[in-house]
């Protein structure tokens, strides 16, 4: 950067930012995301220090812990994630995001094309899995009839769509680690 940071435009869908004084362009690192979805029960959650531990090359993260103020802004929500992924990325390192990402929820925002291609990796289990596990989360969540229900039929939009589905059902987390982080180790080019 030859000139100060206040005289660079933003970066445009082609990942160059271009300053307006002497039109120097730089390129900005749009690296791969990793996008740990699944309906709640998966194990999302579940395995985000599992894979911190075999993944110390990539940044893995919680999309939970970006929730705030704002949670009935689920947009907002999401674009704060994909910003979130882009900082790692410019870092010239990968983002490993879990939590309720999907493509539909995405792909519309104006902050995807600050990322590059996005992989999703769905964790699933069996319906009656899922609701084994929610029923016997701590009652404070809530978990009724009604919302595992919402739960098993976002797990089967998460299986349209999703590029890799990893079963997680009567699986250790380490087994299921392992395979998550082989998949991501694979797919983690430039």
């Known amino acids: 950067m030859t000139c100060d940071e206040l005289t660079w435009v933003p970066i445009g869908i082609d990942g160059r930012s271009t300053c307006v004084r002497c039109g120097e362009i730089e390129l900005w690192s749009r ?27 990539h940044v893995v ?14 947009d907002a929500h999401f674009e704060l994630v994909l910003r979130t992924a882009a900082m790692i990325g410019s870092n010239d390192r990968h983002a490993v995001v879990a939590g309720s990402v999907f493509p539909e929820r995405l792909d519309p925002l104006p902050s995807r094309d600050l990322v590059g291609d996005i992989v999703y990796v769905h ?41 890799v589905t990893v079963d997680t059902t009567g699986r250790t987390v380490d087994d299921v680690a392992d395979e998550v982080a082989s998949v991501i180790r694979e797919r983690s080019t430039g």
Do not use: H, M
């Open 123 to 163: 964790l699933d289990c069996t319906d009656v899995e899922r609701r084994r596990r929610l029923t016997e989360r701590p009652s404070w969540r809530q978990w009724d009839e009604a919302r595992i229900a919402e739960a098993n039929a976002f797990a089967e939009r998460c299986r349209a769509v999703c590029d």
């Open 31 to 57: 690296r791969t995301v990793f996008a740990l979805c699944g309906a709640s029960g998966a194990g999302k959650s579940t395995l985000v220090a599992p894979l911190q531990s075999r993944l110390p090359q």
């Open 61 to 74: 993260y919680d999309s939970d812990l970006l929730l705030g103020r704002w949670t009935d802004d689920w």
